[in-house]
C-alpha cells in the first residue's frame, strides 16, 4: 500500500510540475516577448538614424535582457545594409565590445552559443574576427561548422580560401554548397586559390573549386576547367566544369563541350553540357544542338530544346523546323517554342 | 483471498506491467523528441539562412498537388509566397474537376503542349496541360479517366524536373521557410540524405487566411481539444527518429529525391498514404545500398493542419490511420522482411488490440474485485496510475513542449482549458480512438495485395463558370519516347540496416 501511495504522489507531483512549468513557460514566453516588442520600439529608431549618418546618436545603456536583443535587432539590420552604414553599425559593436565578447562565446560549451556568436562575427564582417571562427569549421557540431563557414564567407578575408576548401575534407566536412557560397562571396580575389585548388587530389576540393570558378565568371581559368572535363576525371567534376565553362561563355569551351554529349558520356553529362552550349550560345552551337534533339533520354532532349531557345532566334528557328519534321525531337522543339512564345520559363532547373 | 479474487488480482497485476511498460517507453521517447524539438529551435534562431535564398546552389523543389479541392487559388498563393529561390509548382486533377479552370483565371494559364515522359508506369492520361503565362513557375495538368492519388502523383514526377520531390497534401498550412527547413539537410548532405520529413501539427481554433496562419489559438471546443493532446502526443513521440509513422499519424511533410522517387517505379495505388509508403520503400532500399544513407526528421514546427471538428471526423480518421498502418506493416513484410520479422503485421495487430484490451480489462477486474473486496486497493491505485495518470501526464509534457517551441496566443484560461482536456482525455477517450484505429487495422486483415480507398479524399470541387483564357490543346506522350522505368533496387541485406537522424533545423 505505501508503495503505491508513493508512486500516486510522485506521479501526481510531477503531473502538478508540469503544469506549474507550463504556466510560468507561458509567462516567461509573454515576458520576452514582451521586452523584445519594447526594445525594439526604442532602438529602432536609433540604429535607423545611426545608419542614416546621424553623429548624434547614441545608444542607451541596456540591461543584461534587453542588450541580446539589441544585438539581434542590429544584426537584422547588418545582414541587410551595406557601405558606410554598415561600417558605422560594426564600428559601434566593435566599440561597444560585443565582437570581443562573441570571439570569447566562439569558446563556450554549447554548440547553439558557438554558432550564434560565429554568425554574429560574420554579420558584422570585422577582419580581426576571423581567427576566432576559423577552428571552428572542425567543430564537432555541423550547425557550427556551417555557422563559420558562412561568417568566413561574410568576412571576406581572401586567405581563408585554403581553410574553406580544406574544411570539404575529413570526417567533419561543411556542406558543400556552403563552402561555395562562401567562397563565391570573397569574390575574385579567391580566383588564384582556387585555380590551384583544381589540381588538387581531393574530389570534392575540386568541384567545389569549379563551382566556384563558374560562379565567379572567371574567365581566366577556361583552360583550366576544360583540362577537367577529360573523361579520366570524376563526373562529379566533369559536371561543374561543364557548367562553370557554361556560366563563363567563352568559345572556346564549344567544342569540348559539345564532345560531352556524345552517347559514350553519362546522361547527367550530356544534360549538363546541352545547357553549358545553350549558354555560351556561340556559332556552331544550334547546329551542334540540333542533332541532340532526337536524343532517347528525356532530360537530355528537353535541355536541347531549352539550350535551343537560349541560343536566340537562330535556335528558335532551328526549333520551327525541327517542329514539322517528323521525329522524336518534333515534340520537344513543340513544347519549347509554346513556352517561349508566352515567355514562361521552362520548368525546373537544369540538374 | 478466494479464486476469483487471485484471478482478478493477476489480471490487474498483468494490466499494471503491461501498462507500465507502455508507458515508460512513450516517457522516454517524448523526453527525447521533447530535447531535441526544443534543441532544434534554439539552432534554428542562431543560426541566419538567408544566405540559402539567394544560392544558386540551392537545389530546385518541385511540389506536387494532387487535388487540391475547391480553395486551391488560395492555396497556390500560399505556396509562391514561401520563401525558397527556385520552386516549381505542378497541380494535378482530373479531368472535369474545374481545377485547371479555376487556376487558369486566377493565375492567367495558357494551354501548352507539354511531352509528358513515363519514367514511372501510369494508368491515365494527360487531357490538358496549362502553364503560368508569367514567371511563377506553375504547371496545372489534368488526366482522363478515374485517376487515384498515386495515379496524379505519379503524373506529377513524370513532368516535374527538379531535383527534389514533395508531394503536397492539400490542407497543409506552411510556415514561410518550411522548404528551407526542409531541403537544409539536402544541402548539408547531398550524398547521404534521401529523405526529409516533417510532421504536421494540429491547428484547430486557428485562424488560416489564404492558406497562411494569421492568428494562433487552442482549441476551441471539447473533442478538438482532446483529439489535439493526441495529436501532439504523437508529434512529440515521432520528433526524434524519421519515421513513415509521422506521416501515417499527422499527416506531414516528405522530400525526397527525384530520380530515388523513379527509380523505385514511384507511388503506389491502393495505399491509405501513398508517401508513407514511398518514404518506407526508398529509406530501405537506399540504407541497403548504402549504410551511410540517412533520413532526417525535422523537428521544428514548419506545417499544420486542421484537426477533426466532430466525433465523426475523428473516427474516420482514426479508422483511416490504423488502415493505413497495416497496409504499411503488411506490404514492408511482404517485400522482404517477413523471413526476418515473420508475425511483425501480427505483432502491430496486437499491440493496437493490446493496449485497450488491457485498459478495459484491467479496468474492470479492478473496479469488480474493490466492489466485492477481492484486490486491494494498493493495485487499484497502482493501475490506476499507470492507466491514466502517467498518461495524463505525459500528455501534460507534450502541452509544455508545444508552448516553449510554439507559443500560442490566446488567454491562460484556453491554456487551462488544454490542461484540463490532457488530465481527462486518458478516461474514455483514448480508448474510444484506439478502438477506432483497431477497427481500421482490422478493416486491412487480408487485403495487403488488395486496392483500397483513399483515407480522406477530398470533397470534389464545384466547377466555376467562367472559362480560361485559351482552350486547352492535348498534350504529346511521350511513352515511345522515353527509357523505360527503373526496376526497383533487388533488396540486399546488410549488417546496418538502420541509421537515422534527428536534426534541429
Known amino acids: 500500500m505505501t508503495v503505491a501511495i508513493w508512486t500516486l504522489a510522485v506521479t501526481?507531483?510531477?503531473?502538478?510540475?508540469?503544469?506549474?512549468?507550463?504556466?510560468?513557460?507561458?509567462?516567461?514566453?509573454?515576458?520576452r516577448e514582451r521586452v523584445r516588442a519594447e526594445v525594439t520600439a526604442r532602438l529602432r529608431p536609433a540604429i535607423v538614424r545611426l545608419l542614416a549618418d546621424d553623429d548624434d546618436v547614441a545608444i542607451p545603456n541596456l540591461t543584461r535582457t534587453e542588450a541580446p536583443v539589441f544585438e539581434a535587432l542590429a544584426s537584422e539590420f547588418l545582414i541587410k545594409v551595406r557601405g558606410e552604414g554598415h561600417d558605422r553599425l560594426a564600428a559601434m559593436f566593435v566599440e561597444s565590445g560585443a565582437v570581443a565578447a562573441a570571439?570569447?562565446?566562439?569558446?563556450?560549451?554549447?554548440?547553439?552559443?558557438?554558432?550564434?556568436?560565429?554568425?554574429?562575427?560574420?554579420?558584422?564582417?570585422?577582419?580581426?574576427?576571423?581567427?576566432?571562427?576559423?577552428?571552428?569549421?572542425?567543430?564537432?557540431?555541423?550547425?557550427?561548422?556551417?555557422?563559420a563557414a558562412r561568417a568566413l564567407g561574410r568576412i571576406g578575408r581572401p586567405d581563408d580560401v585554403p581553410a574553406l576548401l580544406v574544411s570539404l575534407e575529413g570526417d567533419r566536412p561543411v556542406p558543400f554548397a556552403t563552402v561555395a557560397d562562401s567562397l563565391t562571396l570573397l569574390g575574385p580575389e579567391a580566383i588564384p586559390h582556387l585555380r590551384t585548388a583544381l589540381r588538387g587530389p581531393n574530389l570534392m576540393v575540386r568541384a567545389a573549386a569549379a563551382e566556384v570558378l563558374g560562379l565567379l565568371g572567371a574567365v581566366d581559368s577556361t583552360e583550366d576547367l576544360l583540362a577537367h572535363i577529360h573523361p579520366v576525371e570524376d563526373d562529379e567534376v566533369r559536371i561543374r566544369c561543364a557548367r562553370a565553362l557554361g556560366r563563363i561563355g567563352t568559345p572556346r569551351a564549344v567544342e569540348p563541350l559539345a564532345r560531352l554529349v556524345s552517347p559514350s558520356e553519362g546522361d547527367a553529362v550530356r544534360a549538363v553540357a546541352v545547357r553549358a552550349l545553350g549558354r555560351v550560345g556561340a556559332a556552331g552551337v544550334v547546329d551542334r544542338l540540333s542533332l541532340a534533339l532526337?536524343?532517347?533520354?528525356?532530360q537530355v532532349a528537353g535541355n536541347v530544346a531549352e539550350a535551343l531557345v537560349d541560343c536566340g532566334a537562330p535556335g528558335l528557328a532551328v526549333l520551327r523546323q525541327r517542329a514539322t519534321e517528323p521525329g522524336r525531337g518534333a515534340a520537344y522543339a513543340r513544347e519549347a517554342l509554346a513556352r517561349a512564345s508566352i515567355g514562361a520559363p521552362d520548368a525546373g532547373a537544369p540538374t | 483471498?478466494?479464486?476469483?479474487?487471485?484471478?482478478?488480482?493477476?489480471?490487474?497485476?498483468?494490466?499494471i506491467v503491461g501498462l507500465g511498460v507502455v508507458a515508460a517507453v512513450e516517457a522516454v521517447t517524448a523526453a527525447l523528441g521533447g530535447r531535441a524539438m526544443v534543441g532544434a529551435l534554439r539552432r534554428r534562431r542562431a543560426m541566419h539562412d538567408e544566405s540559402v535564398l539567394a544560392s544558386p546552389l540551392t537545389p530546385p523543389i518541385a511540389l506536387i498537388v494532387a487535388r487540391p479541392g475547391p480553395d486551391a487559388v488560395d492555396r497556390i498563393r500560399a505556396l509562391f509566397s514561401l520563401r525558397y529561390p527556385e520552386l516549381e509548382v505542378l497541380v494535378v486533377d482530373t479531368r472535369g474537376s474545374g481545377t485547371a479552370k479555376r487556376l487558369g483565371e486566377a493565375f492567367d494559364l495558357v494551354s501548352v503542349p507539354i511531352v509528358v515522359p513515363k519514367l514511372v508506369p501510369v494508368g491515365v492520361t494527360v487531357s490538358t496541360s496549362v502553364v503560368a503565362r508569367d514567371s511563377s513557375r506553375l504547371l496545372v495538368v489534368e488526366v482522363e479517366g478515374d485517376a487515384d492519388i498515386a495515379d496524379l502523383l505519379n503524373v506529377g514526377a513524370n513532368l516535374v524536373r527538379s531535383r527534389l520531390v514533395c508531394a503536397l497534401h492539400a490542407d497543409l498550412v506552411l510556415s514561410d521557410d518550411a522548404l528551407l527547413r526542409l531541403a537544409r539537410?539536402?544541402?548539408?548532405?547531398?550524398?547521404?540524405?534521401?529523405?526529409?520529413?516533417?510532421?504536421?501539427?494540429?491547428?484547430?481554433?486557428?485562424?488560416?487566411?489564404?492558406?497562411?496562419?494569421?492568428?494562433?489559438?487552442?482549441?476551441?471546443?471539447?473533442?478538438?481539444?482532446?483529439?489535439?493532446v493526441d495529436h501532439l502526443r504523437s508529434v512529440v513521440l515521432e520528433a526524434t527518429l524519421p519515421s513513415p509513422r509521422a506521416l501515417l499519424r499527422t499527416g506531414g511533410l516528405l522530400l525526397m529525391r527525384r530520380d530515388h522517387v523513379l527509380e523505385l517505379g514511384g507511388f503506389r495505388s491502393g495505399w491509405g498514404s501513398p508517401d508513407a509508403d514511398l518514404f518506407r520503400r526508398v529509406v530501405h532500399a537506399r540504407l541497403l545500398d548504402s549504410p551511410h544513407s540517412t533520413s532526417v526528421a525535422i523537428s521544428t514546427p514548419i506545417c499544420w493542419r486542421v484537426g477533426p471538428e466532430t466525433?465523426?471526423?475523428?473516427?474516420?480518421?482514426?479508422?483511416?490511420?490504423?488502415?493505413?498502418?497495416?497496409?504499411?506493416?503488411?506490404?514492408?513484410?511482404?517485400q522482404g522482411h517477413r523471413r526476418l520479422l515473420p508475425r511483425l503485421g501480427v505483432a502491430v495487430r496486437t499491440r493496437a488490440f493490446l493496449v485497450p484490451l488491457l485498459q478495459l480489462v484491467a479496468g474492470l477486474a479492478a473496479v469488480i474485485g474493490l466492489a466485492i473486496g477481492q484486490v486491494s486497493l494498493a493495485l487499484v491505485i497502482l493501475l490506476a496510475v499507470v492507466a491514466?495518470?502517467?498518461?495524463?501526464?505525459?500528455?501534460?509534457?507534450?502541452?509544455?513542449?508545444?508552448e516553449l517551441t510554439f507559443s500560442r496566443e490566446g488567454r491562460f484560461v484556453d491554456l487551462g482549458a488544454m490542461v484540463v482536456a490532457a488530465l481527462v482525455e486518458p478516461i474514455g477517450v483514448r480508448q474510444t480512438v484506439a478502438w477506432w484505429r483497431l477497427q481500421g487495422i482490422l478493416s486491412a486483415r487480408g487485403e495487403a495485395d488488395t486496392p483500397v480507398a483513399e483515407a480522406a479524399p477530398p470533397a470534389p470541387a464545384p466547377a466555376p463558370k467562367a472559362a480560361p483564357a485559351e482552350p486547352a490543346a492535348p498534350p504529346v506522350e511521350a511513352a515511345d519516347r522515353q527509357e523505360a522505368p527503373a526496376p526497383a533496387?533487388?533488396?540486399?541485406?546488410?549488417?546496418?540496416?538502420s541509421r537515422r537522424r534527428r536534426t534541429g533545423r
Not at chain 1, 501526481?12 to 515576458?31: K, Q, S
Open chain 2, 1 to 15: 483471498m478466494s479464486e476469483l479474487g487471485v484471478v482478478l488480482s493477476a489480471i490487474v497485476v498483468i494490466g
Open chain 2, 489 to 497: 533496387r533487388p533488396i540486399r541485406r546488410r549488417r546496418s540496416a
Open chain 2, 185 to 228: 539537410p539536402f544541402m548539408d548532405d547531398p550524398r547521404h540524405t534521401v529523405a526529409s520529413v516533417a510532421a504536421a501539427r494540429p491547428l484547430s481554433g486557428s485562424t488560416v487566411h489564404h492558406g497562411r496562419v494569421v492568428a494562433t489559438a487552442w482549441p476551441p471546443t471539447w473533442l478538438t481539444r482532446m483529439s489535439e
Open chain 1, 103 to 147: 570571439e570569447r562565446r566562439c569558446r563556450q560549451f554549447g554548440a547553439g552559443g558557438r554558432a550564434a556568436a560565429a554568425t554574429f562575427l560574420g554579420t558584422v564582417g570585422d577582419h580581426d574576427g576571423a581567427p576566432a571562427v576559423r577552428p571552428l569549421l572542425r567543430d564537432r557540431a555541423l550547425e557550427v561548422r556551417i555557422a
Open chain 1, 12 to 31: 501526481v507531483a510531477v503531473a502538478a510540475g508540469l503544469i506549474l512549468t507550463l504556466l510560468v513557460a507561458r509567462a516567461v514566453v509573454r515576458r
Open chain 2, 388 to 402: 491514466v495518470l502517467l498518461p495524463a501526464t505525459l500528455s501534460l509534457a507534450t502541452l509544455a513542449v508545444e
Open chain 1, 294 to 298: 532526337d536524343d532517347e533520354v528525356h
Open chain 2, 311 to 334: 466525433a465523426s471526423e475523428l473516427a474516420a480518421l482514426s479508422r483511416a490511420e490504423g488502415l493505413a498502418t497495416a497496409q504499411l506493416i503488411d506490404r514492408d513484410a511482404i
